[in-house]
């Protein structure tokens, strides 16, 4: 097939491709055949007489199946997993899941299950847990905290939502950051004693989580490190089954790092299938993708991403991951399992590139950047202001040595700065209440530390790190804690200086932002013109439901706060918004501000609400930040809109996979996508950035995933199990 075809023959093959071919040729070799004349005669005019074409068919079919091994081999029935209340759940693709899981997990010790959103990963992540139960192993669940009930439910024998209950699974719970906790208690769980090296098998909800390994030997105590010291190589032997849509997210690095607690860190772990190093394959893979990233436009296609990477890359995974599309189960499981359903129809996304303000009000994205381009960022760079003769002291105390060399928190200031600076433009696009708020911000913590330096009201001055836990790029770049100096040791002039001059260029932009009002904000108006559509002619008969996706609690706070009331008044329709950390709002009374309070009354059937709770009153506008783009189940609606479009396209697939999901009422589902405008684009380069992480993100999931792309633009690749 043209599957087959991309993903082999166009691939280079090199260096341990060579060898694993030479050694099948070395063993045909000396193979005990008959070599006598009347046999060469004989196979020579086999050769020569004409076949059919389905002779060739099924010649490269038979060839196939003896070569694939069966996954029923390594699954014992003994057991009693074909009689569990979860299997008899299952449709039957996920059955296959299930037994291709439990087949990577008995020979390889692990699996990364990375089948779309929507088809059901935890379902058959339970059924893979039944099974090692009945086996009288010990299973621990690890998840992010947010996903907790999605685990827990299926625990508690007294629940009524509990559909397993037959099954009286009987698993620990912990959460992500559990793994950094010392002591306290985490469900039934006392931390401060808790052996992490006694479980047989560890399932890891949401995996990329894990993409990142540490780099600074300081960073021993994080996630990853803990992870990969005291579950995979402490205790007893562990097999961890990863569950993950996106396992690759901007890198192929991302890959590796979680292939890493498959492996139990050994870099040689696959070398017998032909890849003798996992590090030389990842990387190579991602110089050739940063390669086909500077490629022009018009030839920078997944068909020539797919032939530059080598065939190592895909062997690996063949052998460690399972990635099914909603393609994949619609072409070979529809006609032989009704009870699957169907999905929603995917309309062409529509992308919409609004402008902030009228540039009357505001000013062009030019003289914007300009302006943020001449911030000193003095408030963050208190070492850039220490006197020459005491900076070696300073670099000391602060430079931290990694696995690659010696990083210098200069170096490291001088790395915020600029993502400081991009941030504010990031802030930009999403909404001028973003942008505003954060200038404002900014602006306080200069006037802050100037009053404190002329005052001289501290001998030693303590600066806190910048922190803003919605930037990604910012978060792991930022090493937590405070820089101290003492005001003796820098120039103090000159650090006024740059103050006052960072206040003055602050200032002028929150002015210029605070002239842009609501009836001044054109993205808004665009997003009310949408709203009213929708509502008045919905593309599935009677559903008014939207979510809108931002990925800044300012901007949906701005948005609740202006949209709520309009569309109660306009429409009749109900609002809440969802942010997280922040607090929670409906202005449907009697909703609970909880999470799954508003989730509830805005997908009550979906969530299995009962109509007790709901009374049949539901909130129709959801709008919500990135807290539950992932795990929650919302296709009663059937439209989303991306009010920003996050760096990391993996949140992009992820909040559409909120509505995209298999057994959906709706008929089709609609994805809106608001891009900066061209100009803010030249300098921000977001949609080039995310629609090339978009590409690589798919090759490694499973060829569906990329949603921002026209059909036209997507290219198949082979069902992976």
């Known amino acids: 097939s043209s599957d087959l075809t991309t993903l082999g ?28 004349i009347s046999n060469f005669q004989r196979q020579l005019h086999f050769l020569a007489d004409p076949h059919p074409p389905t002779w060739f068919y099924y010649k490269a079919c038979h060839a196939l199946l003896q070569s694939t091994e069966n996954p029923d081999d390594y699954i014992k029935p003994e057991t009693g997993i074909y009689d569990s209340c979860v299997w008899n759940k299952l449709y039957s693709f996920q059955r ?26 935890t379902f058959e992540a339970l059924a893979v847990i039944k099974y090692f139960l009945l086996r009288g192993a010990n299973v621990l669940v690890l998840c992010p905290k947010r996903l907790r009930d999605n685990w827990s439910i299926f625990t508690e024998l007294g629940d009524k939502r509990n559909v397993l209950v037959k099954d009286r699974l009987n698993y620990t719970i912990l959460h992500h950051t559990d793994l950094n906790r010392k002591n306290g208690r985490s469900g039934t769980v006392d931390l401060a004693h808790f052996n992490w090296g006694m479980y047989d098998l560890v399932v ?10 540490p ?117 070979y499981y529809k006609d032989g399992d009704d009870s699957i359903g169907g999905f929603p129809q ?40 220490v006197l020459p003769e005491k900076l070696d002291e300073y670099m000391e105390r602060y430079t931290q040595t990694t696995i690659k060399g010696e990083f210098r928190q200069i170096d490291r200031d001088w790395s915020v700065s600029n993502l400081i600076r991009v941030n504010l433009l990031k802030r930009m696009e999403s909404s001028i209440a973003a942008f505003r708020f954060t200038v404002n911000k900014q602006l306080k913590t200069c006037r802050d530390l100037l009053d404190k330096l002329e005052r001289h009201s501290e001998s030693q ?15 792991d770049t930022i090493q937590r804690g405070t820089v101290e100096v003492r005001l003796e040791d820098v120039d103090m002039r000159r650090w006024i200086s740059d103050l006052e001059q960072d206040i003055a260029v602050l200032s002028a932009l929150a002015e210029k932002a605070a002239r842009v009002g609501v009836q001044q904000d054109c993205k808004l108006a665009e997003l009310k013109k949408l709203i009213e559509a929708k509502m008045e002619t919905p593309i599935n008969e009677g559903n008014h439901k939207l979510i809108v996706f931002t990925a ?144 690589l993100l798919d090759i490694a999931a499973t060829g569906d995933e990329n949603i921002i792309a026209a059909r036209g633009e997507k290219q198949a690749l082979a069902y992976r199990l």
């Open 9 to 36: 023959s166009t691939a280079p093959m090199y260096g341990p491709q060579v060898e694993m071919f030479s050694a099948q040729f070395k063993d045909y070799w000396n193979a005990n055949i008959d070599t006598t």
């Open 96 to 121: 296959d899941g299930v037994r291709a899981v439990i087949a990577k997990l008995m020979k390889h010790n692990g699996c990364i299950l990375a089948d779309s959103v929507g088809l059901g990963k």
């Open 204 to 213: 890891i909800d949401e995996s990329h989580n894990f993409r990142n390994r």
């Open 215 to 331: 780099t600074h030997i300081s960073q021993s105590g994080s996630r990853y490190s803990l992870l990969m010291k005291q579950i995979i190589q402490a205790g007893v032997p562990t097999k961890v089954l990863m569950l993950s849509a996106t396992p690759v997210n901007n890198r192929v690095a991302d890959l590796k790092n979680q292939i890493a607690f498959i492996s139990g860190d050994r870099d040689d772990a696959f070398a017998h299938y032909g890849i003798p190093s996992i590090e030389t394959t990842t990387r190579n893979a991602q110089q050739r993708f940063v390669r086909w990233l500077d490629l022009p436009e018009e030839e920078r296609t997944t068909s020539r991403l797919l032939s530059l990477l080598g065939q190592d890359y895909f062997q690996l995974l063949d052998i460690l991951t399972i990635a099914r599309s909603r393609k994949h189960i619609e072409r």
């Open 346 to 385: 995917r309309l062409e996304p529509v992308n919409f590139y609004p402008n902030i303000a009228d540039e009357s009000l505001f000013p062009t994205i030019k003289k914007v950047n300009n302006d943020i381009v001449r911030l000193h960022m003095a408030a963050y760079n208190p070492l850039s202001y």
């Open 461 to 475: 001055l303590q600066t806190e790190c910048y922190e803003d836990e919605e930037d990604e790029d910012l978060e």
């Open 552 to 695: 800044f609690a300012d901007t949906a706070e701005y948005l609740y706060k202006e949209l709520a009331p309009w569309a109660k008044e306009t429409f009749g329709v109900y609002s809440a918004v969802v942010t997280g950390a922040r607090k929670n709002t409906s202005n449907l009374d009697g909703v609970r501000s909880s999470q799954d309070g508003i989730l509830s009354h805005f997908s009550p059937r979906s969530k299995e609400c009962p109509l007790e709770i709901s009374q049949g009153r539901e909130i129709d506008i959801l709008i919500a930040t990135d807290c539950i783009s992932e795990g929650q189940n919302l296709q009663d609606c059937d439209y989303l809109v991306n009010y920003d479009i996050h760096w990391n396209p993996v949140r992009i697939i992820q909040r559409f996979g909120r509505i995209d999901r298999l057994g959906s009422a709706n008929k089709c589902i609609q994805l809106i996508n608001f891009w900066p405008t061209h100009n803010l684009n030249e300098y921000i380069n977001l949609e080039s950035r995310v629609r090339g992480r978009m590409v």
